[in-house]
């Protein structure tokens, strides 16, 4: 047993549910202990307090979970060999396509500063 599934028995034995419970489970569990245990509704606001951290760090621990559960399924990784470009562009050969673009456009800033620095001179 792994200290997530003791952190988890303990956690859900807190608020009353199975260890593998679902999450819309536990929201219900969490809302039906909250009815009972609110302060404003008359109960005990150290054991609220006790209830909402148990429920919260549940609720972090199931989603941590979805989460490494997706990535070891790789999701988000279904790539097929037609979707990756296969035109064999290197780094090399991309800047050498974007820097005459971008030479053009700092010669002509350059020549728009040197415009105005004369329009300014002549004045």
Not at 4 to 10: G, H, L, M, S, V
Not at 11 to 31: I, N, Q, R
Not at 94 to 115: D, E, M, W
Request: aromatic share 8%.
């Amino acid at each position: 047993m792994t200290v997530d599934d003791r952190r988890r028995e303990f956690l859900a034995g807190t608020l009353g549910v199975d260890p593998t419970c679902s999450p819309d489970e536990l929201h219900s569990a969490y809302k039906n202990l909250a009815k009972i245990h609110h302060p404003d509704l008359g109960g005990d606001a150290d054991f609220m307090k006790v209830l909402s951290e148990a429920y919260d760090q549940l609720v972090d621990l199931l989603n941590y979970e979805q989460s490494a559960m997706a990535i070891d399924a790789g999701a988000g990784w279904d790539w097929t060999e037609d979707d990756v470009d296969d035109s064999g562009n290197t780094l090399l050969e991309a800047i050498s396509t974007v820097l005459p673009l971008v030479f053009l456009l700092v010669v002509a800033a350059g020549l728009v500063a040197v415009a105005l620095w004369f329009i300014s001179a002549i004045d």
